[in-house]
């Protein structure tokens, strides 16, 4: 089983615009403490709500994604806070987000949190931003 020494090795990317995803990183989290591995999560705003409505709307279902970007901001941040909330030194976040608000929240936490290490990393892509 990966995970489970000294660092997480494979990291899991979850789209935050997904209605879905607060509960499924919920359960990861708690996943992660009841089979002692250490999390390895990209934590994701999301880039494909057209494409997602679109096959949503033609398969007759409900849309998977939040009905609004301020839905998918609070999804995402209060997913990070539970994910910092519950962070082992040997586990990793990725938060990929172009959004400064966001930033500086995680920013302001693992600062508070004083953690000392590399569990909480930041990632962007050239050129983008909320």
């Known amino acids: 089983m990966l995970n ?6 494979v990291m899991n990317g979850y789209q935050c615009y997904l209605k879905r995803m607060p509960q499924v990183i ?3 989290v708690a996943t992660s403490k009841i089979l002692g591995y250490n999390l390895g999560i ?6 494909y ?26 999804a995402y941040n209060a997913s990070m806070h539970h994910i910092i909330d519950n962070i082992k030194p040997q586990s990793c976040l990725l938060v990929a987000s172009h959004n400064k608000e966001t930033v500086e929240m995680a920013k302001e936490k693992v600062l508070a949190a004083n953690f000392g290490d590399h569990r909480v990393r930041f990632g962007q892509l050239k050129a983008f931003s909320d």
Do not use: F, Q, Y
């Not at 489970?4 to 090795?9: C, D, F, M, P, W």
């Not at 990209?42 to 880039?47: E, Q, S, Y």
């Not at 709500?49 to 609070?74: F, Q, Y």
């Open 26 to 28: 919920r359960d990861e």
């Open 4 to 9: 489970v020494k000294g660092k997480a090795i």
């Open 42 to 47: 990209k934590l994701i705003r999301g880039a």
């Open 49 to 74: 709500m057209i494409e997602e409505r679109k096959l949503a709307k033609t398969n007759g279902v409900d849309s998977p994604v939040w009905d609004c970007l301020e839905d998918t901001h609070k």
